[in-house]
């Protein structure tokens, strides 16, 4: 197709949320080199998001290149190939800006965050330092330093980042991030009453900017009952594709996902891993993620060696074509039927860990995105009885398929549980996997901090001190898992 004809089927691709049309056209523009001006940084965001990166990585260089190489355009790039997971890249790309752009405040805190995700915490503590000077109220700076650093050990800090919160800022995205930064060094100082009142804060804030968003879950969690074993098992038999290379993780957030995640990357036959998300790009193709829209695509003639071809393309995308990779996305038990189906050769750990932790965890951690559930202590009760109904119905109907790990047995017993991971998924034991903390990789997750610590037993009775406020969360957990709610509702 000429450039006129690329330019109007991206539109329309774009307009109709068609991810293969919009791809095919962009493809067609970087081919033909078309004057798109300003235009590619669009392309190049629309390109990411469906998981091209080589293709946004062109793009986006297209657009460095039609605004002259500007230190804007060129931070622009920075940014977007930390969000494609090209940390070392965006690394070096930073290196090459003034420290002014796009101002002091966000170039500072951009260097620490990447410095963070990198594992560098001295650079990262050195950068984040930098931010607060030129902006000492900065919510996402303080957040991102409480992940680097235990305020408990640094009080003229504490006491700074409590000079911060005395006059918060009223932006409320700025507002909440503070709130959150605040609640994680009380509770480093063990001032849990204090936490528990600006974690609430946080959360409520949260809430109020979600607005729309607020749906407890934007998929509709489906039971092995939901999903006939005849399709599941047919779908499984016809899937020729290898897809050996791929171990699943799943569980809910904080339930030590990113753990089990870094446990396996220590492996020199694993290659890295990530919450790669590309289900919902199958989900987009296929046109819903659930048994009657699969069938629906069946019927229409679709392939399923198409869908297995298409994830291990964008995860080689991602990765390059060699080694083992770790998919830990969120929400993955929501995709179960898909997941079996598509990949019945592939391991799949399934986290499990005490409820109250987990929730009172989910409670606390600033997520980005993707987890709107977990700014009320109601939705987070509810969503774990969901979780406990999809893990029993799916590990029932299929029980030779999961590895069950429960947290507070990997971080008791690391050597044995470890041992059993491996085995699950044909790895030999090494001796890294026993100090996943040393591992030199980028971990882009709430547990960044975490992961980066030996393996302890701190996670056990996390939420113990907070019990007295976590009513809500508890009641609303025992009245879901007796009534077998269907689907955690919106939060108020």
Known sequence: MDVHEAVAALKAGLAGNDRLAINRAALALIAAEAPLGRTWQA?????????????????????VAAEGASSAARFARAALLAQMGRLDSAWAAMATLPETVPDRTANAYFKGSLALDRGNRDAAEHHLRDALTANPQSGPTWLALTEALDLADHPALAEQLEQAWATPPTDPAERANLAYAVGRARDQRRDYAGAFDVFSQGAAARRAIDGAARAASPLAPATAADWPAELIERTAASISVDHRRMIFVTGLPRSGTTL????????????????????????????????????????????????????????????????????????????????????PRA????????????????????????????????????????????????????????????????????????????????LERSQAMLSPHMAKRAVLTASVSQ??????????????PYREWLGPMIEAYACASAAGLPEPPAYP
């Open 260 to 343: 089990v995640e870094q446990i396996f990357a220590s492996n020199d036959e694993v290659c890295d891993g990530a919450e790669l998300g590309l289900f919902r790009l199958i989900e987009q193709d296929i046109g819903g993620s659930d048994a009657a829209s699969f069938q629906r695509w069946l019927d229409r003639g679709g392939n399923p060696d198409e869908l297995v071809r298409s994830y291990l393309y964008l995860v080689e995308e991602r990765f390059g074509p060699t080694g083992r990779i770790v998919d830990k996305s969120l929400e993955a038990s929501h995709y179960m039927g898909l997941l079996l189906a598509l990949f």
């Open 451 to 464: 992961v980066r610590k030996q393996i302890n037993r701190k996670g056990i009775g996390a939420a113990e």
């Open 43 to 63: 392309v190049a965001q629309a390109l990411a998001r469906n998981g091209e990166i080589g293709a946004a990585e062109q793009a986006i260089d297209r657009y």
């Open 347 to 426: 391991p799949i750990v399934w986290m499990r860990r005490d409820p109250v932790d987990c929730g009172w965890s989910a409670f606390r951690a600033f997520f980005a995105r993707g987890v709107n559930w977990a700014w009320d202590l109601q939705s987070i009760g509810r969503r774990l009885a969901v979780d406990d109904q999809l893990f029993e119905s799916w590990t029932r109907r299929y029980p030779d398929r999961f590895t069950i790990m429960h947290y507070e047995e990997l971080v008791t017993d690391p050597e044995r549980q470890i041992e059993r991971l491996a085995a699950a998924a044909g």
